[in-house]
């Protein structure tokens, strides 16, 4: 069980606006700022979305992040094939004194 | 160019032991934060341990404390990971990964290299 839900699969046509919501507690995400990260399996993890909603350079403006309370999600509009991958989100918990990540969300491109 | 490349993964015995390296390249290692974070089959990304600028200070997930240990050499731009003790439930994909303190995130990560636990 992940410190962090997140739904286990999202899916959307090319174009579509798609969101991935993540929600933790007052210990994770009620205090503390939200980070999202891409990943395919066998490659390196990709750094989305930083302190809820900024972009590293680099990162498309068709990704975006926010953070009310204690949830978090990300929105990924214009959607694109090469999206399909698994998206996580990530935050410190001051309960755990430690980086927590959400159980990840396999995201399809029909 | 930031560059993390990790290398050491294998096939292991349960019980056995492991150690990771990760060379870091295109950035000065000894002023960052660093991270290993793990990813097993079918399951999502878990961070394992994180160790300070100079390695006086070292942080750990509650399944590998008193098992692993991070260490880390800045003359040599070099990240370690000893595994000792090993699991099957240890089994998985390490990345390393540079970790930015004031955000809490990793902007930097390897292309991993897999330790499987197995008989």
């Known amino acids: 069980q992940s410190v962090l839900t997140q739904p286990p699969s999202a899916s959307g046509t090319p174009g579509q606006r798609v969101t991935i919501s993540c929600s933790g507690s007052s210990s994770n995400i009620g205090s503390n700022t939200v980070n999202w990260y891409q990943h395919l399996p066998g490659t390196a993890p990709k750094l989305l979305i930083y302190s809820n909603n900024q972009r590293p350079s680099g990162v498309p403006d068709r990704f975006s992040g926010s953070r009310s309370g204690t949830s978090a999600s990300l929105a990924i509009s214009g959607l694109q094939s090469e999206d399909e991958a698994d998206y996580y989100c990530a935050t410190w918990d001051d309960n755990l004194n430690g980086p927590v990540f959400g159980g990840g969300t396999k995201l399809t491109v029909l | 160019e930031v560059q993390l490349v990790e290398s050491g993964g294998g096939l292991v015995q349960p019980g056995g032991s492991l150690r990771l390296s990760c060379a870091a390249s295109g950035f000065s290692l000894s002023s960052y934060w660093m991270s290993w974070v793990r990813r097993a089959p079918g399951k999502g990304l878990e961070w394992v341990a994180n160790?300070?600028?100079?390695?006086?200070?070292?942080y750990y997930v509650d399944s590998v404390k008193g098992r692993f240990t991070v260490s880390r050499d800045n003359a040599k731009n070099s990240l370690y990971l000893q595994m000792n003790s090993l699991r099957a439930e240890d089994t998985a994909v390490y990345y390393c990964?540079?970790?930015?303190?004031?955000?809490?995130?990793?902007?930097?990560w390897g292309q991993g290299t897999l330790v499987t636990v197995s008989s």
């Open positions: 160790i300070k600028l100079d390695g006086s200070e070292k």
């Open positions: 990964a540079r970790f930015m303190r004031g955000t809490g995130s990793w902007d930097y």
